[in-house]
């Protein structure tokens, strides 16, 4: 494994806004040596994971890499073993629903939105039920409502008639919902066409100012413009961690991880000002 200063105490030189910077103080989540075998399949041999306790962090590889099988391990919905600490809980032992009870929100590759119901009711069933019979969680909707105010004035519309960038609203908003410590989001703009990605941008920088993302992405423009460190997986291991800007800016490390040269306008260029306008054109990682 090539390792780039995991969350490294040194600042990072690039422009990115401070809250996703590498970080000193310890991870909030920390992944380590996680195996996953399905079936006597051998899916993940060993993936280390560092999770910067502000801002966006990237989880990155080529398709069939392991990404979608690292977050539904941290989420205990495969069986694994190795370490998962949140905020130095292990959580490795724990089945799905107490995972989220430590205050993991997960949006799924899918988005898991339920096309028959009005947005007010997607959110509301994502409310978190009473903890061990004692008083349910007081929903935080001035957060959701405050994030995005479209779900707001939306929330009697059929989830089914929204667009990919407000689905993706609903999908983020309903992690913000229980005051989570982490979100995790799984590709949110796989499929979407550039413009609703730019959407899905702004959705995901609004989230990362209230909670800390774990991004599982391919489209390298908004990887660079989100994230300030990030992971990458080859063959369900961890095959690199570091700086993100730095890795986009290495041509032979950016290929040899990713498939896709820095020198690429949208994988590797000066980073642009990061502004709700500014563009996030698809820059995928090849298969
Ligand atoms: N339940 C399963 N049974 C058998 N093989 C599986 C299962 N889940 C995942 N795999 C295999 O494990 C590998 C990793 O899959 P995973 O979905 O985690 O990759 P990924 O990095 O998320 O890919 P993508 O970019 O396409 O979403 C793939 O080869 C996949 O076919
Ligand atoms: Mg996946």
Redesign the pocket.
């Known amino acids: 494994m090539t390792t780039s200063s995991p969350i490294s105490s040194t600042p990072s030189p690039s422009s990115q806004p401070s809250s996703s910077r590498p970080s000193a103080v310890e991870p909030l989540l920390s992944v380590r040596d996680l195996r996953v075998v ?2 006597g ?1 051998h ?1 993940l041999h060993g993936v280390d994971l560092d999770v910067a306790p502000a801002g966006v962090t990237a989880l990155l ?10 977050v539904k391990a941290v989420m205990g919905l ?1 069986p694994r073993t190795g370490s998962i600490r949140l905020a130095g809980a292990e959580l490795s032992y724990l089945p799905t629903h107490l995972v989220v009870r430590h205050g993991i929100g997960y949006a799924p ?1 899918d988005r898991g939105i339920f096309a028959g119901l009005t947005v007010a009711e997607n959110l509301r069933l994502a409310e978190r039920a009473a903890r061990d019979g004692g008083e349910p969680d007081e929903p935080n909707y001035s957060l959701v409502h405050e994030l995005f105010p479209e779900l707001k004035q939306r929330s009697g519309q059929l989830a089914g008639t929204l667009s990919g960038g407000q689905q993706q609203m609903v999908a983020i908003g309903r992690t913000l919902l229980n005051r989570n410590r982490l979100i995790i989001a799984d ?1 949110p703009t796989k499929g979407l066409a550039p413009k609703i990605v730019t959407e899905v941008a702004e959705v995901l920088a609004r989230a990362a100012e209230a909670v800390p993302v774990l991004l ?1 992405e ?1 489209n390298l423009a908004l990887v660079r413009r989100l994230a300030g460190t990030c992971a990458v ?1 080859a063959d ?1 291991r961890t095959a690199h961690r570091g700086d993100t800007a730095e890795l986009l800016a290495d041509e032979e490390a950016a290929r040899r991880l990713l498939g896709v040269g820095s020198r690429h306008p949208l994988a590797g260029g000066p980073r642009p000002a990061a502004s709700p306008a500014t563009p996030v054109v698809t820059a995928e990682v090849k298969p």
Request: cysteine-free; overall charge negative.
């Open positions: 399905i079936d399949l899916i590889g080529r398709n069939g890499a392991g990404k979608t099988t690292t495969v590759e590709e599982v391919q997986l369900g």
